[in-house]
């Protein structure tokens, strides 16, 4: 075995090149893992497997996992196998690979992930009964509790402070130009407008940047506390954060400034205060989805297991009521050019949804956008799949087969 470090840095080095849509240069530095390692880390499978499935190379990682028998048949090797068989309609090889899989009498990643591929398996053949029993079996025994209240006292608190105090939250010096963050919680159609979006010539998706919660975090520790740490945050830092988010989503990917960046930050519940404080003059996208609709979506989807309030309607519930009473507020008191968006709009008639918000951000009408489909980008998030398809209507009262598990109290989010 070579030294640790050469490995994990070739290793990093192919993770890196994966997330940047880069197969070709992921395939050969997984290749180069595989080989120091002489098949004794899966590190190097696992990530050439990812990367030939997410680019939809599927004869390639058919003849992948043939050559690798050994791998093929751990637990993330069968799972490869199941998406195979799944994305190539075999659904009984599928389901009883992932079956197996899920009664694997030790917890690992591949077995939460194989329930919740078992789940979205069982539903697409309209078996909703049997997928939601699935998805809350695996919720029960793998996804951590969560404070809901944690996500809510600080929307709350912030939502409740006075305009004037929001206006005079402390800004970075200068404002970044070209520069769009989507405002959402997961699963409400934002990896399909960012796809149709990086379709524009002028307009480049950047993905999820990791960095605003990690903002946050700072001006929290600086500040002692949040949101109260926004209020007091020093003009330098507030700089210094500007400078490394252009080097992570421009600078690095070379982007001249009349480009403009989309980064689809996704979650909303602490991230608007640092969009005003380290983003002045940010455009921002806010999407909403019919409150049902999403939460069957979040439930029955693989998260990560710390994110423990997508582990029950009850617990999304909660969050989706959070997010609808105090973001727009909030958004309002900050000053910040908001986009509102609704995903049934944006499905029932893109066209209409879509020249407003580039008129937004003065940018030509172009009908690229339309065709998301043909766009060869990789995408990393649990939408991967349906992105590839054009435009469609399969996601609109999808919760209407799952009936059964809502309560009146859904009512008042309509």
């Given amino acids: 075995m070579p030294a640790e470090t050469e490995y994990q840095q070739l290793l990093r080095e192919a993770m890196g090149a994966h997330r940047r849509g880069e197969t070709d240069a992921a395939l050969q530095l997984a290749g180069q893992c595989?080989?120091?390692?002489?098949?004794?880390?899966?590190?190097?499978?696992?990530v050439s497997c990812e990367a030939l499935f997410r680019a939809s190379r599927l004869d390639e990682l058919r003849d992948f996992l043939d050559l690798a028998p050994e791998y093929s048949a751990q637990p993330h090797g069968q799972l490869m196998?199941?998406?195979?068989?799944?994305?190539?309609?075999?659904?009984?090889?599928?389901?009883?690979?992932?079956?197996?899989?899920?009664?694997?009498?030790?917890?690992?990643?591949?077995?939460?992930?194989?329930?919740?591929?078992?789940?979205?398996?069982?539903d697409r053949q309209g078996r909703y009964r049997e997928a939601w029993q699935v998805a809350v079996a695996e919720h029960a025994r793998s996804t951590r509790p969560y404070p809901v209240d944690s996500l809510?006292?600080?929307?709350?608190?912030?939502?409740?402070?006075?305009a004037e105090e929001l206006r005079q939250l402390p800004r970075a010096t200068n404002p970044l130009p070209h520069t769009a963050c989507f405002l959402a919680l997961p699963?409400?159609?934002?990896?399909?407008?960012?796809?149709?979006l990086d379709c524009h010539p002028r307009i480049r998706g950047v993905g999820e940047l990791p960095l605003l919660g990690p903002f946050g975090d700072q001006l929290a520790q600086a500040g002692g506390g949040w949101p109260i740490g926004a209020a007091r945050a020093s003009r330098p830092l507030l700089n210094r954060l500007q400078a490394q988010y252009r080097e992570a989503c421009r600078v690095s990917l070379q982007l001249p400034d009349p480009i403009w960046t989309l980064d689809k930050t996704v979650f909303p519940m602490a991230q608007p205060l640092v969009l005003a404080a380290v983003l002045p003059g940010v455009k921002v996208v806010r999407l909403t989805r019919q409150p049902r609709d999403n939460a069957i979506s979040?439930?029955?989807?693989?998260?990560d297991p710390s994110w423990g309030w997508t582990g029950s309607l009850e617990s999304i519930r909660q969050v989706i009521a959070a997010e609808r009473r105090y973001v727009p507020a909030i958004l309002d008191k900050l000053g910040l050019a908001v986009r509102q968006i609704r995903f049934e709009d944006l499905v029932a008639d893109p066209e209409s949804v879509v020249r407003p918000l580039?008129?937004?951000?003065?940018?030509?009408?172009?009908?690229?956008?339309?065709?998301?489909?043909?766009?060869?980008?990789?995408?990393?998030?649990?939408s991967h799949e349906q992105v590839r398809q054009s435009i469609n209507r399969q996601g609109i009262n999808r919760w209407k087969n799952y009936e059964f598990a809502f309560g009146p109290e859904w009512d008042d989010l309509e």
Avoid: K
């Fill in 81 to 122: 196998r199941a998406r195979l068989a799944r994305r190539e309609n075999r659904f009984a090889e599928a389901e009883t690979v992932l079956s197996a899989l899920v009664q694997h009498p030790q917890q690992t990643p591949a077995r939460r992930v194989a329930s919740f591929e078992l789940c979205l398996l069982l």
């Fill in 187 to 196: 699963r409400s159609g934002t990896t399909l407008l960012e796809q149709m």
């Fill in 298 to 303: 979040l439930l029955l989807n693989n998260f």
């Fill in 358 to 382: 580039l008129a937004d951000w003065d940018l030509d009408w172009d009908p690229s956008v339309l065709r998301p489909e043909s766009n060869s980008r990789i995408v990393h998030t649990l």
């Fill in 34 to 46: 595989i080989a120091l390692s002489r098949g004794a880390d899966a590190g190097g499978y696992v």
């Fill in 152 to 162: 809510v006292a600080p929307l709350q608190n912030t939502a409740a402070a006075p």
